[in-house]
């Protein structure tokens, strides 16, 4: 699933394609597109008719497309596969194309959103009071956000109880963080991902932080992390940060800070990599 430097890039795209131009018509090819619009697809593509969309806008790994003339949003689930393009009108439907919108203005170009998995989806939601679709105002703020809390994040953090890659991945405490940059921060900073929450000091939280912030900045660099076709910007282009991962997919490769080959261990359905020497695990108190 896309991470926030992944979702920020296609956010980037959009806002360079897409915001302020009004929508002529919306297609949905199929109904688990729009699965989440529990009204249908009918009703989708109605409502969306004649609207202009503002700028695209992100917390964490949630993209949404704000319509400037109501308080409501597209929220985009991109899931595991979907994809959202900006396509020349007369370019061919790709294989998995589920919808399509088209524009008043005179640029030939449509967005198109592409899911091979049918895992993602768009759908139509109200505005909280601070401009979030209804649906993700549980979403903490992510690292990237100017208005994160640090103290507040280190405070939550301590309360969790919890190990901290869990904590990373909860996205009520803190967005954007997902299996991949997890370990790599977590790689950087020296920190064995079973370690407590509840032993982390104001210094090492504010360590991890920057660590978080770094890994994904190098990421958004070079356009995200791409293992294969299914994550790409809306140019259709991928992302080549998996080039420099330092941790994960790494196993039995030579540790690039001391040499010791990395280690991978099942984790709640997906799989820690870490340096067994740089990362040592807790020690576990009777």
Known sequence: MPELPEVEVVRRGLERWVAHRTLAEVEVLHPRAVRRHLAGGDDFTDRLKGHRI????????????PLEDTDQSILAHLGMSGQLLVQPQAAP?????????RFT????TELRFVDQRTFGGLSLHDNTPEGLPDVIAHIARDPLDPLFDEDAFHRA???KR???KRALLDQSLISGVGNIYADEALWRARIHYERPTATF?????????GHVRDVMNSALAVGGTSFDSLYVNVNGESGYF????????????PCRRCGTPMRRRPW??????YCPKCQRPPRITP
């Open 105 to 108: 203005d005179a640029l030939d």
């Open 93 to 101: 439907d790709e294989k998995h194309l589920r919808i399509r919108a």
């Open 242 to 253: 998996d080039r420099s991962l330092d941790a994960y997919g790494r196993e039995g490769l």
């Open 268 to 273: 709640m359905n997906r799989s820690s990599y």
């Open 201 to 209: 000091t104001r210094p090492r939280t504010l360590l991890l932080l």
């Open 157 to 159: 953090l301590r309360r």
């Open 54 to 65: 503002g700028m695209p806008s992100r917390r964490g790994k949630y993209l949404w497309l």
């Open 162 to 164: 919890s190990t901290i």
